[in-house]
């Protein structure tokens, strides 16, 4: 196909509104440039916008690299030309070259193709983890397990005594965390991370006092929910030991000392000040994120992360925790300890032990990727094309408005958080060469070294041994109940036994809590997943009618609240978090904004309560805060809820880790948005007694099997699916796969 016949792509992407294609375009254009100003010939300057273009392209999708041997098939190459096309353009870097030398992109020998910034945030990553890991096999760690007697008598106080019938993961993980500086703790809602976590810190405090212990969480709302349920979880301990444990989370960029603009606080020549640091919501970490954070461990400081393998990942590039957790792995010794600990012989725990999540880890492999998009013109042959308007504002410069922490939400086709990170990323990288890529000595493994590291597949070999619990055991849904199959299955990919799990939509009309029941009408027979196949392109009237009436205990608490002389917003709180709606999507009928305003005006009807004028303030409307204050003390993710004061005056209350509220004026919020339903992203870190995922018409590249685990896995009691069966039977059966290396990149480096 001739230039002249070819498809306006550019125009296309910015018609849709997709400008993260925009400014891929706009990036390949300069690196382009770069390569001809360098002497670079016209195949070797078109390789380098194909793959600046691919590697700008595939960070915004979630991903830290592409296969360069992907790549290279698309264009009817192969993979040795286009290798040696890309050298001889200038502007591509092997692995070889020193770091402080790396130019914009950079292919590593085993032909993963990256932007360097990303390459040097996995290779420092990698190079932090295994090495804070490896304190512990020195001994640097082992003071707390030398004594076997005391650690027993430990583990027997806190978690009780050991049954000795099968193994107690959470001993497990309690047992090994007090001989490791790095400990990664894996399991879903319900499963016990939380009490994990206090018994942890409850050995760890009995046997030094004096520990300073930090928590943190990639965002404000998860960081306050960590810090309510830890100390709810603290009643449980003798006095003076709940005492001393921390009464404050904070996020990973305030702890970080993170801001716009600006060098973090804390790193390599300034580390945290702490003995123990416990991260929750871990999942939600990227790459560039978890290499700083490892970056700033002191050597002593000992790490516990939690986290949910299964749910869904960063908003941006990388699925660190998933690959961290996705191989357990033990010694001799480990099982030895977790044996001790647990009351169970070595052979049963070897028997006992998790299989590795072979999707998750087969992301490591840089030959056997999964397509980046779902569109075939995934890379499109644009060499000849005049650029988009959008690549002017490019030129112009614009400014740096990134947020300072995740926003874990997206729009449509695109997300605005990922298409400012993705324009900030190109700047850093079109600067590279002239700023250095960091500190930190690339070890630069050679190809026998590769070869030995995929091919070791004894438990030494693995990062992370004897690091790496998964809690499996659901103490909340058991395998007889519907949620629990379902997610299990989900989980599996097993579509046949997720929609069998799945009841299907009655006639009858849920009560107010959103319990829906089998059309015999037998009393209290509720089914506890249902999918309730709506397929228009805009939900039927009687779908939102079902959705709205599971707000009918906030209709019915806000009435009561307003009848009083000064409302009371706490039972507001709880009638709130009795049902949300969920949505893959923001925009569309079947996307936030719209079910949003429809549930708005229902609530309104439903309570008689009158919309402020010219506003879209009322009485009775919750709001979920987008972006963190720190001056307010309202962080991404907190939930307030609007009522008016004894004067008669809008407020928004929030409530408080010591379960108290405070209120805010309207005027004074930072940016927000109205929280009857959410999108999954935001929805991470929350529970709720009932809840409806409301999935697209059709499918989309938004939809895949952790998106549609982390909704369900949100109620406690009940989950409604709203959608068509293909478009869910679709999700569950497609697994997110972020190409990466850091996995293999940590088996290099620890070998």
């Known amino acids: 196909m001739s230039a002249a016949t070819q498809p306006s792509r550019p125009v296309r992407a910015r018609a849709n509104g997709d400008f993260g294609m925009a400014l891929a375009e706009g990036f390949a254009r300069r690196i382009g440039a770069l390569a001809q100003r360098l002497g670079a010939g016209p195949a070797a300057a078109a390789w380098a916008r194909r793959a600046a273009f691919a590697a700008s392209r595939a960070t915004g999708a979630g991903h830290v690299c592409v296969s360069l041997a992907r790549l290279a098939d698309r264009y009817g190459e192969t993979l040795d030309a286009a290798a040696a096309a890309l050298r001889a353009s200038g502007v591509v870097s092997d692995e070889s070259e020193d770091a402080a030398a790396l130019k914009p992109l950079v292919v590593d020998a085993d032909g993963r193709l990256y932007l360097a910034r990303y390459y040097d945030d996995e290779r420092r990553l990698a190079a932090a983890v295994v090495g804070h890991a490896a304190t512990s096999a020195r001994g640097a760690a082992s003071t707390l397990a030398a004594d076997a007697a005391a650690s027993a008598a430990r583990l027997a106080r806190f978690f009780g005594p050991p049954n000795g019938s099968e193994v107690d993961w959470q001993r497990a993980a309690a047992a090994l965390s007090l001989s490791s500086r790095v400990t990664v703790v894996s399991g879903g809602p319900g499963t016990g991370k939380t009490t994990t976590v206090v018994g942890i810190l409850a050995c760890l405090l009995d046997a030094q006092p004096a520990l300073t212990i930090a928590l943190a969480a990639p965002t404000g709302k998860a960081a306050q929910r960590m810090q309510e349920a830890l100390l709810a979880r603290a009643a449980s301990l003798p006095g003076e030991i709940a005492a001393r444990l921390p009464r404050t989370s904070q ?165 605005r958080l990922q298409t400012q990170r993705q324009l900030q990323t190109q700047r850093d990288d079109l600067s590279f060469m002239a700023r250095g890529a960091g500190a930190g000595d690339d070890p630069h493994p050679s190809r026998a070294t590769r070869a030995k590291a995929r091919d070791d597949v004894s438990p030494e070999s693995v990062p992370l041994v004897d690091c790496v619990v998964w809690l499996e055991r659901n103490y909340r849904f058991g395998l007889d109940s519907a949620i629990g199959r379902l997610s299990l299955a989900i989980r599996r990919g097993d579509v046949e036994a997720a929609l069998g799990a799945l009841g299907a939509s009655r006639p009858a009309e849920p009560d107010l809590f959103g319990a829906y029941h089998h059309d015999d009408g037998a009393a209290g027979h509720d ?182 685990y982390t909704a369900i896995t949100r109620a406690r009691k009940t989950v409604r699916i709203v959608g068509a069966r293909e478009v869910l039977a679709q999700a569950i059966a497609t697994p997110t796969r972020r190409d990466s290396g850091l996995f293999a990149r940590m088996r290099e480096v620890a070998l």
């Open 251 to 415: 996020t990973l960029h305030r702890l970080l000392g993170l801001s716009q603009g600006m060098r973090a606080r804390y790193g390599p020549d300034n580390p945290l000040p702490y003995d123990v640091l416990i991260v929750d919501e871990a999942s939600m970490i990227d790459v560039a994120l978890a290499a700083q954070l490892f970056d700033a461990l002191a050597p002593e400081t000992r790490l516990v992360l939690l986290g949910d393998k299964d749910q869904l990942a960063a908003v941006e590039a990388g699925a660190v925790f998933a690959e961290l957790s996705a191989r357990p792995s033990f010694s001799e010794a480990g099982i030895a300890r977790i044996a001790e600990a647990t009351g169970v012989d070595a052979a049963r725990v070897q028997a006992a032990l998790p299989r590795p999540d072979r999707e998750a880890y087969a992301s490591a492999d840089p030959l056997a990727l999964e397509p980046l998009s779902a569109d075939d013109d995934m890379y499109p042959l644009f060499d000849d094309l005049e650029p988009p308007e959008a690549i002017a504002s490019i030129d112009d410069g614009w400014a740096w408005t990134g947020l300072d922490e995740p926003d874990a939400e997206y729009a449509g086709d695109g997300s």
């Open 527 to 708: 089914v506890p997943a249902v999918l309730d196949e709506d397929a228009g392109s805009s939900l039927a009237p009687r779908t939102l009618e079902r959705l709205g009436q599971g707000f009918g205990p906030y209709v019915h608490a806000l009435t009561t609240a307003l009848a009083q002389h000064e409302p009371d917003c706490v039972p507001l709180f709880d009638a709130l978090n009795a049902f949300r709606i969920l949505c893959a999507m923001r925009l569309g009928a079947r996307g936030v904004e719209a079910l949003n305003a429809q549930m708005a005006d229902h609530v309104r009807r439903a309570a008689r309560v009158p919309l402020i004028v010219g506003t879209n303030w009322f009485a009775g409307r919750p709001v979920m805060v987008a972006r963190n204050d720190y001056a307010l003390g309202l962080f991404n993710g907190d939930i307030g809820i609007a009522l008016p004061t004894r004067e008669g005056q809008l407020r928004v209350y929030f409530r408080t880790a010591d379960g108290g509220v405070r209120a805010v004026t309207p005027a004074a919020l930072p940016p927000h948005d109205t929280a009857f339903a959410l999108t999954v992203h935001k929805s991470q870190g929350s529970e709720f007694d009932h809840a409806a995922l409301v999935l697209p018409a059709s499918e989309s590249r938004v939809l895949a099997r952790e998106l549609v």
